[in-house]
């Protein structure tokens, strides 16, 4: 059983000011697998303070200091991936074959990619006589969640780490597993005291002095739209830059052509991935109502196709990863059922043979409205829900008639028309037949957040824009 005790402030692994300790559960089994220590605010105000020493130094680092650092964690971070991947496993009930591929791999990419666009990065531009600097922001509180644990890391305290700021991390208390490995990592690749710090907590706790702290001027946080408004919130008062990537209910529109058959598989297949804990996950599948029937066929027949527990199997998925997240889809599948949705795959309770763990049965909804709550609430498990529109206009009216606006997608063989529609559709990301570009900006539109992840996009939140007037002139202004 794991136990881990310590947080890393100031380069060390220290003890809690006060000990508390918080059970992990495997939602696969049921059964605790280890503690961790849970910290305070006073934890975070030494984490702070090692930040914020650590950056009259980091921020004036070169990008070449930067490059070898990153290039560090990328060798020890590609020798650790086994210990990653048994993490998320063991924290998340994730199968093998997702654990060390998509969840372990998205933090290579994200690094990988970090490194790329920083060697190239643009941080100084000359306009006229004056001169345009784009500085580390500062103190960056970086809080994430158990969904894609590493992925969600590690596009945060890369570029975080490249613009020359300096970290304070709290991962999720359900799966800290995965965040505990890598901060063994950035000890590992000889980081600088204080650059990076990882305080183990709750959102009571850690995060809302994370979020509040005076001496924090960034706080970045991925999670609900509704501990998001909170973050807002206690940041409000010190003025800080929030970056959130919220909520999704993201719509797929699938167009009326020659690959409707593939297109409506292909969509169920994407909404099952990661037992459909994925923010941006294609949770609303717009077809035309005419061939609604043909489209719940299809889906149903894929559906019963996807493994449910088996690890050995890559088409396989995992439980959901909590009591709590087991019990929410529940009663979202029941209120479906009792709206007038027709259930043509799944619904309530667990698979067959699986009597222990958190399992959901993959479900999909048919001749769904969008009144209906399953299409207005993130339902964040494997549950699709199918709704008919009379044309493309329909179609996007439909698609974008929700508080969320984190990503889309259009499926078809017609790519002029999917062209058409993806720039009608109202999220931060649109993706033409599920294609994925970890280099695209990634965040939201109304609850969906606001700030962008990934790629050259992800830099720009943490850097401060400066102007020097007068820089090349010479003259006063």
């Known amino acids: 059983m794991r136990e881990y005790l310590k947080f890393y402030i100031d380069g060390q692994w220290v003890d809690p000011v006060e000990l508390r300790l918080l059970d992990v559960e495997n939602p696969a089994t049921e059964q605790v697998c280890g503690r961790i220590a849970i910290g305070s605010s006073a934890d975070v105000d030494r984490a702070v303070s090692a930040a914020r020493a650590a950056f009259v130094s980091w921020s004036q680092s070169t990008r070449e200091e930067r490059l070898d650092l990153l290039q560090a964690l990328l060798a020890e971070y590609q020798r650790r991936s086994a210990d990653l991947a048994h993490a998320v496993t063991e924290e998340m009930g994730a199968p093998p074959a997702l654990a060390a591929g998509p969840q372990v791999q998205m933090g290579v990419g994200h690094l990988v990619t970090a490194i790329d666009v920083l060697k190239n990065f643009s941080f100084e531009q000359s306009r006229g006589s004056t001169l345009v600097v784009k500085e580390p922001i500062g103190v960056c509180g970086l809080i994430t969640p158990w969904n894609w644990p590493l992925n969600q890391i590690a596009c945060k305290v890369y570029p975080a780490l490249a613009t020359g700021c300096t970290v304070v991390l709290k991962p999720s208390e359900v799966a800290p597993f995965s965040g505990q490995v890598f901060t063994e990592i950035i000890a590992a690749a000889g980081v600088p005291a204080g650059v990076y710090n990882m305080v183990h907590g709750d959102g009571p706790g850690v995060g809302v ?88 066929a299809v889906a149903t027949a894929t559906a019963e196709q996807v493994k449910v527990g088996n690890p050995a199997d890559r088409t396989a998925i995992g439980p959901v990863a909590s009591r709590a997240q087991f019990d929410k889809i529940q009663r979202l599948i029941q209120a479906g059922m009792d709206e007038g949705a027709d259930v043509v795959a799944g619904g309530p309770g667990r698979p067959d043979g699986l009597d222990v763990g958190y399992y959901v049965r993959p479900t999909v909804f048919a001749n769904v409205s969008n009144d209906m709550t399953v299409a207005r609430e ?55 037949n599920h294609a994925i570009d970890i280099s695209a900006p990634f965040g939201g539109y109304k609850q969906s957040g606001n700030g962008r992840e990934w790629g050259e996009f992800a830099f720009h939140d943490f850097l401060e824009i400066k102007g020097i007037v007068g820089y090349g002139s010479g003259v006063d202004a």
């Open 378 to 432: 993130e339902i964040f498990g494997p549950v699709l829900c199918i709704l008919g529109y009379e044309d493309l206009d329909e179609a996007v009216s439909i698609g974008n008639d929700t508080d969320y606006g984190l990503y889309g997608y259009v499926s078809g063989a017609d790519l002029e028309q999917a062209r058409a529609v993806a720039r009608r559709i109202r999220a931060g990301t649109v993706s033409i």
């Open 209 to 296: 002095a994370l979020s509040s702290h005076p001496a924090v001027d960034m706080v970045s946080f991925t999670g609900s739209t509704r501990a998001g408004i909170e973050v807002a919130r206690n940041a409000a008062p010190t003025v800080k830059r929030v970056a959130q990537e919220l909520g999704g209910k993201s719509p797929n529109i699938v167009l009326d052509d020659e690959s409707f058959t593939a297109s409506v598989a292909g969509g169920v297949a994407s909404m099952m991935l990661n037992s459909g804990q994925s923010c941006n996950a294609p949770s609303r599948m717009l077809v035309p109502r005419a061939r609604m029937q043909e489209a719940a």
